[in-house]
């Protein structure tokens, strides 16, 4: 037999709040799940869909979503097509945000730079400075977001 794992101990491992997990059994995002004297029984199955949940909320899909998802789940292979193509377009979202974040982490390298560098040698030198001249990882960070 699986070990299983009570809603606390699931909220604890998960720093997720008890109220969060209920409004997913509530939404049908656990359909398997199993209660033993109305206690909510959480096995390897629900721990996996909790991975797929929290990874599909944090790529940006609302809850709504995740149930279309689980539903398509339900109705077995012949929706992996349909599957799939969430997985892709939820993976060219987080990496459109990754681009996007990136270019602020580049400007504030360069940003954390410049001042460094203007209260060493001076604003007027460090501002006249050229790419070619910078560290090499803040002249690629300069070109990235000075284009």
Known sequence: MSKTYTIGEISEMWGLP???????????????????????????????????????????LEIKDIKRFMDMCARGSETFGERKALFESQKSAVEAEISRLQATLDMLNY?????????????????????????????????????
């Open 18 to 60: 008890i109220s969060t997990l209920r409004y997913y059994d509530k939404e049908g995002l656990f359909p398997g799940l199993e209660r033993k004297s109305g206690i909510r029984q959480f096995t390897e199955t629900e721990i996996e869909t909790l991975r797929v949940i929290e990874c599909l909320k944090k790529s940006g």
């Open 111 to 147: 940003k954390c730079w410049y001042y460094e560098s203007a209260m060493t040698i001076g604003e007027e030198q460090t501002k006249a400075m050229k790419p070619e001249e910078m560290p090499e990882a803040v002249a690629e960070a300069y070109l990235r977001t000075h284009v």
